[in-house]
């Protein structure tokens, strides 16, 4: 079991696996960054002097911070865009292999006795019929 467990964990699809989990996680804390820290102010400023961290309503003695879920909501937008173009740019690399031309066919098949035979050939040489 140990082994079977060994051969899984090295197979490439679960390492890729956890290095892009590990990226992600890095990447999602670069953008929530730039989310707090630089657009929502930016927003927030345009928008009359909000801070969106601040926005919040009590419902009892519940605090619902909805400023924060904006946040998060610009967060998602931007790490799903973000993707979006990284996939995009993949998909266009890969389409721009050009597909290999097929090779010129060298044979031919007669039309009497369905031999192949070269293409340069005027007469079959197994039924001697003469080719056009």
Excluded at 84 to 109: G, H, N, R, V, Y
């Amino acid at each position: 079991m140990l082994k079977e467990f060994k051969e899984f964990v090295i197979r490439g699809n679960v390492l890729d696996l956890a290095v892009a989990v590990i990226i992600g996680g890095a990447f999602k804390g670069i953008i929530g960054s730039l989310v707090k820290d630089i657009l929502m102010p930016l927003i927030g400023l345009v928008m009359g002097g909000i801070d969106f961290a601040s926005l919040s309503f009590a419902v009892g003695d519940a605090v619902v911070t909805y400023g924060v879920f904006i946040q998060a909501i610009v967060d998602f937008l931007i790490i799903a865009f973000v993707i979006f173009l990284i996939i995009k740019s993949a998909k266009k690399a890969e389409k721009e292999e050009p597909a290999p031309t097929p090779a010129e066919p060298t044979t031919k098949e007669c039309g009497f006795c369905f031999t192949e035979i070269s293409i340069k050939a005027t007469r079959c040489p197994n039924c001697t019929s003469e080719l056009k």
